[in-house]
């Protein structure tokens, strides 16, 4: 946590660094945050000792994360077991991913409090959760304040998340769970910020978390930003094998080939992610549609001027 409060306040880049936390923390939280427990019946993380999550949330959990329908997984969290912090900070991203900063707020600390309740129980969770929580207040905070007026706000909470991952490593530092959660958080912050290793987190992801579409997909992620183009199109191939008509994992395979300057292989990626666009928020539906088009044009050699245009315009069109 030091390097990262003397990273901020080091020189004039202060500002800079603090907006790739904040893309840590967006693609945490539409990635990480909820991949923090699975019932008893199904618990993809743990062979031995499964915990109990309630059956709307495990079943909210599946659509999110192995399909890729946001539309059916708020559909399920509207019902979803209310002691369970699981919920609401699935809600919250959710909520983060429709830009509805209010209910992220409002979730967010319900699962930070539920998971203080949880604690009594379940101390591992527990703490877990309220990590979680911490992480999710500092990112409303800096979606609605801004940079100047967040920073001190998120800066403690950062602290605190990692206070409370500590706490967990503690108890159980093989946890499937913690390994799965920090891996995501790791990496994330690797990434964007120039003082955390990104293999380590690597690393952690292919040890110890699961199930492979998460973990795979997560990987991929980090190699994709890292510009390690072979590696990352290895790692969604292996997520698409376990979740084939997942959206997300469709709409990353065509960045990977964009990225790797695979314009024309990319289409079909976009198309078949877009094929799906009534169960994704309309934002994300919309950001492909932008990147697919932008694609298009870089096939068809239209100049970047004019394809910004078309693209602006096809997507200001009435569907």
């Keep these: ?31 990480a945050l909820p991949l923090l427990a699975a019932p008893v019946q199904a618990d993809p993380f743990r062979r031995t000792n499964p915990r109990t999550v309630g059956d709307r949330t495990e079943a909210a959990f599946r659509e999110l994360f192995q399909r890729g329908n946001y539309t059916e997984a708020g559909r399920l ?42 604690v009594q129980t379940d101390e591992l969770r527990g703490n877990l959760y309220i990590a979680v929580g911490h992480f999710l207040e500092g990112a409303h905070t800096f979606t609605t304040q801004g940079t100047v007026a967040a920073t001190p706000t998120v800066l403690s909470k950062l602290q605190q998340v990692f206070d409370y991952l500590g706490r967990v490593e503690r108890i159980n530092p093989n946890d499937p769970e913690l390994n799965l959660i920090k891996g ?94 009534a169960q994704l928020p309309r934002t994300l539906a919309n950001q492909i549609a932008w990147e697919q088009c932008r694609a298009s044009n870089r096939v068809n050699q239209v100049d970047d001027t004019t394809s910004r245009q078309l693209c602006r315009a096809q997507l200001n069109r009435p569907s």
């Design 77 to 118: 969290l509207q019902t979803a077991e209310r002691n369970e912090p699981l919920a609401y900070a699935l809600k919250a991203s959710l909520a983060y991913l429709n830009q509805d900063y209010n209910r992220m707020g409002e979730n967010a600390r319900l699962t930070r409090e539920t998971a203080e309740r949880l």
């Design 1 to 31: 946590m030091s390097s990262i409060r003397k990273s901020f306040h080091a020189d004039g880049r202060s500002f800079v660094l603090f907006k790739r936390v904040s893309v840590a923390i967006a693609t945490t939280l539409a990635l």
């Design 184 to 277: 995501y958080m790791d990496l994330m912050l690797a990434v964007n910020l120039p003082f955390t290793d990104a293999n380590a987190a690597i690393q952690r992801l292919q040890n110890n978390a699961g199930p492979d579409y998460l973990t795979y997909r997560g990987i991929a992620i980090g190699y994709r930003d890292l510009r390690q183009n072979d590696k990352a199109l290895e790692a969604i191939d292996r997520a698409l094998r376990e979740a084939p008509n997942n959206p997300d994992l469709l709409y990353l395979k065509a960045q990977i080939l964009v990225r790797g300057q695979r314009d024309r292989e990319s289409l079909e990626f976009f198309r078949q992610a877009l094929e799906r666009r």
